[in-house]
Nanobody, 125 residues
C-alpha cells in the first residue's frame, strides 16, 4: 500500500520555525516530483513548494519565498519542508503529495496522484 505520512506540525509563535517531513512507503518516489500544499479554514488547497526528482529544481509560492525551503532525501524516500519566519497566515493543514515527473505542471493539485493525510500547523501572533 502506497502511503505518504507527514510529521512535524504543531503550534509555534510568529517568527518561529518548524520542519515538516513526509515519509513515503509502498514504492520508491525517487523519480517523482514532490510537493507541499496547504489548506487554511475556508480556503482552497494551494501549492506551497515543489521539488524535482533530483532536487535540482524547486518552486515556491510567492508568499513563502525566502522563508521556506523544500528538500528531499531519495535514499530515505522522504521530503522535507523547513519553515522559518512563520506568520499567522501560514496556519493551515499541510499536505505532501507526489506526481509523475511527466504528469503536468507542478502547481496544479489535480496533477498529483498521491497525498498524505496532512499535518496541522498553527502560528500564533
Amino acid at each position: 500500500q502506497v502511503q505518504l505520512v507527514e510529521a512535524g506540525g504543531g503550534w509555534v509563535q510568529a517568527g518561529g520555525s518548524l520542519r515538516l517531513s513526509c515519509a513515503a512507503s509502498g514504492r520508491s518516489f525517487s523519480t517523482d516530483t514532490m510537493g507541499w500544499f496547504r489548506q487554511g479554514p475556508g480556503k482552497e488547497r494551494e501549492i506551497v513548494a515543489a521539488i524535482s526528482w533530483s532536487g535540482g529544481s524547486t518552486y515556491y509560492a510567492d508568499s513563502v519565498k525566502g522563508r521556506f525551503t523544500i528538500s528531499r532525501d531519495n535514499a530515505k524516500n522522504t521530503v522535507y519542508l523547513q519553515m522559518n519566519g512563520l506568520k499567522p497566515e501560514d496556519s493551515a493543514v499541510y499536505y505532501c503529495a507526489a506526481k509523475s515527473a511527466y504528469g503536468g505542471t507542478w502547481t496544479q493539485k489535480a496533477n498529483y496522484n498521491y497525498w498524505g493525510q496532512g499535518t496541522q500547523v498553527t502560528v500564533s501572533s
